[in-house]
């Protein structure tokens, strides 16, 4: 059969298609949703068989969506083998681990293979994160899958004995320390190869917000040249293939949205070993909407990590930090750039709150350097930040990386009213952040939320409590609908 | 937007395709894989979105895949609106329920109606189907679950104070005791209704074998008009929406193939007590490459269908069955039919194995009898068969339900022979299975296995252990192929 190109995005999923009509759709009896292989040129892949009448196939092709296509590597109109997939024995072990079995490393190393040469459907992957959810998993267990995960991937090699990063698990909006910090600890002089996420779920990753001031999509040699010159960088960490299993399960684990941490700790752990880190420091945010609401699940978070950390030969600190409302005041890629940009060059109305979360993260990554004293880091990245070196620093990575014309926040703006006076006494993350997803963040880079009061403020009734920027009027009014359906997001009493 | 069929099977899912240009996809950021709602003419459906590029769609059009423009019903052109479909709440519950809390009936009933309404994406089912699997459902949420199920589907009416109906388990390949036992048990003067499903995962499936004979897809007036006049029927039960919960949830279940006990009893009993059963016969083969594998299992899933039968208010008796080997010689629809004819014939050469069977079976239905002395069923049967009772009912619902031409089993064949001289000692009831749906078994209706021998037969070097029927050359080697890398399916000692 001939390789036909379909347009069809169905994010990260292999499909092809066949005529109903055609002699394997009648010989072989395939059937919709049955597993295949297409072979072309050496190179194979496992796709869902998707059976159509459309005229977009002629007879003899074989048609692979975009994200197939792409995986294949070979030309359209190539050559290809169509056959029925053999069932996936790894399968059986993710059965056994649903049924409580503890498995070993072979078994996470076959698993994790199959899933990266993308032998398992969303069903099957849906069963492994199942099984691997709190609970089922014990510790050596998210060793071997941590393990198994940088075996499968790329492997970057700094030929240094010492470099450093940072993650944090994410679930506050505005949260976008990286910016800040990245650039401190390259003026210190430490290696700081950082490779961030898009957006999946949020209304901004450090990817997107990086990328309204420079380009982010780098190719290993800007890569190696760029850490070389300046000690660090702010790349998007997708075309590395760090952790190809991992971009792989997200697909089903974000909308499962399940308390998967064996899972999210080897995802972590398995994509910093393969970027080459070996000192790194885990920001875990704690407050009733974060990911983390209490300290005790917080500490046994901690624990974990630092256990698996030390089997993979890394050193990994842990901090608990104040997850009960958004860092800064911006939400959405612009605006979050103005903040970052603010404690960068030492503005007056920097947010404080900012600002101080990433001199306390920098401290702690500065700790790592063994010519510091303990505990002097944080004094250190003070000095760095208020000097304007990392300011500078900054500026020179976004020089390397590509600098890109400025952008202003979204020109349609609206301002959220409170309803009553009194005291902010909390803000709903999950709601914010929904609310600036549906004013455009982060596709609309200038489009999102603008914080003006805080847990704590004082508030009069008619005050503005957020303004949303949108690029967009069709979405100001998905934002607005959603504000006044939703009040509570901002709790005043 | 105005709605546009796209063919496209995707097997009982909804997937909707937009434009990548549309105005939908730039302001409101619908992304690849988000699930949508379309409402058109009063009727709305809920439906993963693919985005395209491909020219099958103009400028203004929603294509819906063939499954879903049949489940909205609105015909080509018409205006439809598409939206963001709000997060499925019942969703949460499936979550408690993999943390392992107990879940009321309420929760069984939320959960299941937004399953039936096509809420719940396959990632969300495989999460569900899991979460019920053993040892996570106690056996008052089977009981809840199967009465949402009924709650949320047809159910049949059929005026009598008694109707009975009969269920296999399954996995035991050529077991086409139904077709004998419905005979026997109409001509006797109880009402049977039987309705059957197809093939999924296996060689044939009731409705497959008896579409040899007669046409099985049946309107209700049908179904009601023969059942009246023969006290029975064979039909295939797809067309009477009994349990669209049980529908939508068997295209991830089958897949999974996991052992979700409190699924599979809720699925079969909430079937029967929607087709209007009162007294119910389950069998549940035991053995080696059976479903069930030991006897302290079957009794386990015995008192759980007991049990579950009572709540619902339905007698259910509950048998376990030899399941070491095929039942009868024929895997595969015609060769199936030709023992089930032979058995109903009193033919001297008809299965013993499947005879004995059928009239086990019967015989503990015909107990059901207030009029019958316990135990005497199965005499009762015997002289029914015997009689040729049962062979004319089974010639009268074939007429009543139109009758077909014969069939042949499949002109191309080739006999499996044994290497060693000994005893079959085994027979694997799954790779028997395999070659017979490689034959081509059930779409061609000839295609399938013809068993020489059975566990006990003395055998020698060289002489056929099995036949296999193709009706395509290519056919024949699949399966061919496949009995020369599993020469173990018959082990010979």
Chains 1, 2 share one sequence.
């Not at 076959?110 to 459907?121: A, C, F, K």
């Not at 401190?184 to 290696?191: R, S, W």
């Not at 920027?469 to 009040?487: C, L, N, S, V």
């Amino acid at each position: 059969m001939r390789i036909r190109p379909v347009k069809i995005d169905t994010y990260r999923e292999n499909i092809v298609f066949l005529r109903k009509d055609c002699d394997l759709c009648r010989a072989q009896g395939f059937a919709a949703l049955s597993k295949v292989e297409v072979a072309s040129n050496g190179r194979s892949l496992v796709a869902v068989l998707h059976v159509t009448d459309e005229p977009f196939l002629a007879k003899g092709e074989v048609g692979l969506c975009e994200y197939a296509f792409q995986q294949l590597g070979v030309p359209a109109g190539a050559e290809a083998r169509v056959r029925h997939l053999d069932p996936v024995r790894s399968v059986d072990l993710v059965r056994k681990k649903l049924h409580g079995e503890v498995l070993d490393q072979e078994a996470y190393r076959r698993i994790i293979r199959d899933i990266v040469e993308n032998r398992y459907s969303k069903v099957e992957l849906t069963a492994f994160v199942i099984g691997c959810a709190q609970g089922f998993m014990d510790r050596e267990e998210i060793f071997y899958l941590s393990r198994a995960m940088v075996e499968q991937g790329q492997r970057l090699d700094w030929g240094q004995e010492m470099v450093v990063d940072k993650h944090c698990i994410g679930g506050i909006p505005g949260n976008r320390t990286t910016m800040v910090v990245v650039p401190i600890v390259a003026a210190y002089g430490l290696t700081i190869p950082k490779t961030s996420s898009r957006s999946i779920t949020s209304p901004a990753g450090t990817a997107d917000t990086m990328e309204v001031l420079a380009n982010v999509d780098l190719t290993l040699e800007d890569l190696r040249r760029i850490v070389k010159a300046e000690g660090g960088c702010l790349a998007w960490g997708g075309s590395f293939a760090l952790s190809p299993a991992d971009d792989i399960i997200i697909a089903v684990e974000r909308p499962l949205n399940i308390d998967a941490v064996g899972q999210m700790i080897a995802s972590i752990l398995s994509k910093k070993q393969a970027a080459g880190s070996t000192h790194v420091l885990i920001d875990i945010p704690v407050g009733p909407t974060a990911k983390v609401t209490t300290m005790a699940h917080a500490t046994a978070l901690k624990k974990l990590f630092e256990y698996v950390g030390e089997k993979m030969g890394m050193t990994v600190e842990v901090v608990a930090t104040d997850g009960r409302q958004p860092v800064g005041r911006g939400i959405g890629p612009v605006l979050e750039v103005r903040d970052v940009m603010a404690v960068l060059s030492n503005a007056p109305d920097a947010p404080a709150d900012l600002r101080e979360k990433c001199l306390d993260l920098a401290g702690r990554i500065l700790d790592f350097a063994p010519a510091l004293r303990g505990g002097h880091g944080r004094r250190i990245a003070e000095r760095i930040l208020h000097s304007g070196e990392a300011f500078e620093k900054m500026r020179r990575i976004v020089e390397a990386q590509g600098a890109r014309a400025p952008r202003e926040p979204g020109p349609i703006t609206r301002e959220a009213l409170a309803s009553s006076t009194g005291t902010v006494l909390a803000i709903d993350n999950h709601e914010l952040a929904a609310c600036a997803k549906l004013a455009g963040a982060p596709v609309d880079q200038g489009a999102g939320l603008d914080l003006l009061k805080k847990v704590g403020d004082r508030v009069l009734s008619g005050e503005p409590l957020f303004r949303i920027h949108a690029e967009e009027t069709a979405d100001m009014g998905f934002a607005w609908d959603y504000w006044t359906r939703h009040p509570e997001m901002v709790e005043i009493g």
